[in-house]
C-alpha cells in the first residue's frame, strides 16, 4: 500500500511538472524555438579606404576579413601586416603609438599587453540592418 501511494504521488508530481514546462515563455513574450534559430548570414562590408570614425578616440573599424586570423598569448595574426617592420610592404594602416604606452605611461619597445588583443577593440563590420535608430552624432 505505501508504494503504491508514493507511486501515485510520484505520478501526479510529474504530470504536474510536465504541464508547468510546456507552459515555460521568454521573459519578452516570444517563442523559444524562434529565438534560438540560427542569425541570418550578413555580408561583409569591406572598404580599402577603411571606415569613417564616429568620434576622436574611436577605435578603426576592421575593413577586412579577420575569421582565420588568430590572436592568442603564442601569436597575433593582425602583426603580420600592421607591425612597424611589415605595415610599409603590405600597405596597410600601422599599429598607433598609443599600443606601444603601458599603464604608467611608460613607452615600451613591444606592444603593451593591455594592446594586445586587437578584436577587444576592433571590429570588422556586417551589413545588417541596425536593431534600433541611431541618432548619435560624434561631432558635438
Do not use: W
Amino acid at each position: 500500500m505505501k508504494r503504491t501511494m508514493i507511486a501515485l504521488l510520484m505520478s501526479a508530481t510529474a504530470v504536474v511538472f510536465a504541464t508547468q514546462a510546456a507552459a515555460v515563455e521568454s521573459l519578452r513574450g516570444a517563442d523559444l524555438e524562434k529565438m534560438s534559430a540560427s542569425p541570418s548570414k550578413h555580408k561583409l562590408i569591406e572598404q580599402k579606404e577603411g571606415f569613417e570614425r564616429s568620434y576622436k578616440e574611436q577605435p578603426p573599424m576592421v575593413p577586412h576579413e579577420v575569421d582565420k586570423y588568430e590572436v592568442n598569448l603564442k601569436n597575433n595574426g593582425c602583426l603580420k601586416c600592421h607591425s612597424e617592420k611589415t605595415y610599409e610592404k603590405e600597405k596597410a594602416p600601422k599599429i598607433g603609438d598609443s599600443h606601444y604606452v603601458d599603464r604608467d605611461g611608460k613607452t615600451l619597445e613591444k606592444i603593451s599587453s593591455r594592446r594586445y588583443f586587437c578584436n577587444q577593440c576592433h571590429a570588422p563590420q556586417l551589413s545588417g540592418d541596425p536593431l534600433v535608430e541611431n541618432v548619435f552624432d560624434g561631432r558635438k
